[in-house]
């Protein structure tokens, strides 16, 4: 395309424009504020991904306990937790208990963790507690019996909610599931 004697435009002016046309131009699809956050948000959530591994969350296996009697010494209750129950339940574990729904909270032990399940109709009938239907009460349970100091006062028959502490695992695997 070189200009003919009686062209408009400048031999200059062509070959800048055939220059042009030979290189190639990619599209610019990101401007580098939306780069540099790209690359924040990657790291933000690299280092939360690592909070979330090394930060250690207590398991607690919940269930439910009744007061069978208060001795001199320390109230005892029965606690009912599910047959899904770990194989990490041994005397000695720490239990959160607690009265009631809004009721008193206080800390205790595992004094024995009876072998096999049971039933609940069974469990209340070995206890000498007063068994209400027993149809509705055949599901098969783990039970436990606690001791606590004799500071709280319950009644005889009494339930708790009781938290039994397992232990502790990442928090990742607690939110994903993985490495339970």
């Known amino acids: 395309m070189i200009a003919s004697q009686n062209s408009i435009f400048r031999d200059k002016a062509l070959k800048h424009y055939t220059q042009n046309k030979k290189k ?24 939360t991904g690592l909070v979330a591994w090394r930060t250690q969350v207590p398991v607690y296996l919940t269930g439910a306990s009744v007061v069978l009697g ?6 005892v209750a029965l606690a009912f937790l599910s047959p899904k129950a770990p194989t990490q339940l041994h005397a000695g574990l720490p239990v959160h208990i607690q009265t009631g729904a809004s009721g008193s909270q206080f800390t205790s032990t595992i004094a024995a963790v009876e072998p096999g399940t049971t039933t609940l109709a069974n469990a209340f009938e ?7 239907q027993p149809s509705e009460m ?29 232990g502790t695992r990442s928090l990742f695997s607690a939110i994903s599931g993985i490495g339970n």
């Open 138 to 166: 055949t599901q098969p349970v783990v039970v436990l019996l606690i001791k606590r100091d004799p500071s709280a006062v319950l009644d005889r028959g009494s339930i708790l909610v009781i938290q039994v502490t397992l």
């Open 126 to 132: 070995h206890a000498g507690l007063p068994v209400g």
């Open 70 to 75: 208060t001795g001199k010494q320390e109230t």
């Open 24 to 47: 190639d131009i990619l599209p610019n699809f990101s401007s580098i504020p939306v780069a540099i956050f790209l690359w924040m948000l990657l790291g933000s959530l690299l280092a």
